[in-house]
């Protein structure tokens, strides 16, 4: 079956740490992996990565993918306490198993 | 429509009677998706519609739980005879084609009582 594994699980840093949160996967044929942020109830979307090694960037976030690795980073630099959420990772097969498959998630707590 | 909408945005039922919550996804989106989130919990998968494709049913957690898409737009999840248990917020999701970025409802909150 597929599998989503983000860590930490849970992070608590000061405003203006660096933070990278980490996701790995298992699935027969890859797509694409996705990563949202969650505040309240709806996730948002961040990122889609279909390709290894093409940073994608967007303010104070990027995101990397290594298809040979199976994983993915999430960085954000100089947080904000607006960063303080729910982070989640998913992936998608080009086959079989179409869904979404959710990691757990990382829950980041940002300290002014 | 503009994003992706879900009624209600709260429920509260007795414990025995059965609820249905609606999604209306992004217009034009073929893939659809329900999932479940109990508090501080992960996004548990339920069902996926793709287009007119049997849709993926694995993920639903017993047969009192039953989706369906009418024309390949709006979809029903029903749960019949509710528990407990079910209480959680129920996420729906739709995305133009499988596996690119989905977008997500803002959930029904779902207590039983």
């Known amino acids: 079956e597929d599998k989503v594994v983000q860590s930490p699980l849970s992070l608590v840093v000061h405003e203006g740490d660096t933070v990278t949160l980490n996701c790995s996967y298992e699935?027969?044929?890859?797509?694409?992996l996705l990563w949202y942020k969650q505040e309240k109830k709806a996730p948002t979307f961040l990122f889609m990565l279909?390709?290894?090694?093409i940073e994608k960037k967007s303010g104070r976030l990027s995101s990397i993918l290594d298809k040979k690795e199976l994983f993915s980073i999430l960085n954000i630099t100089a947080t904000q306490t607006g960063d303080s959420a729910v982070y989640l990772c998913a992936v998608a097969e080009i086959q079989g198993a179409q869904k979404l498959v959710f990691g757990q998630g990382t829950r980041l707590t940002i300290n002014p | 429509g503009a994003g992706v909408s879900q009624s209600p945005s709260n429920k509260v039922t007795e414990k025995g009677k059965d609820v249905e919550l609606r999604c209306d996804p992004i217009s034009g989106h073929t893939a659809l998706y329900w999932y479940r989130q109990s508090l501080g919990q992960g996004l548990e998968f339920l069902i996926y519609f793709q287009g007119n494709s049997a849709p993926d049913k694995s993920g639903l957690p017993s047969d009192r739980f039953s989706a369906e898409r009418t024309g390949g737009s709006v979809s029903t999840l029903t749960i019949q005879r509710t528990q407990q248990e079910d209480s959680a917020v129920y996420l729906c999701?739709?995305?133009?084609?499988?596996?690119?970025?989905?977008?997500f409802g803002q959930g029904t909150r779902l207590t039983v009582v």
């Open positions: 999701a739709s995305s133009l084609v499988t596996g690119f970025e989905a977008f």
């Open positions: 699935v027969t044929n890859f797509r694409s």
């Open positions: 279909t390709s290894s090694g």
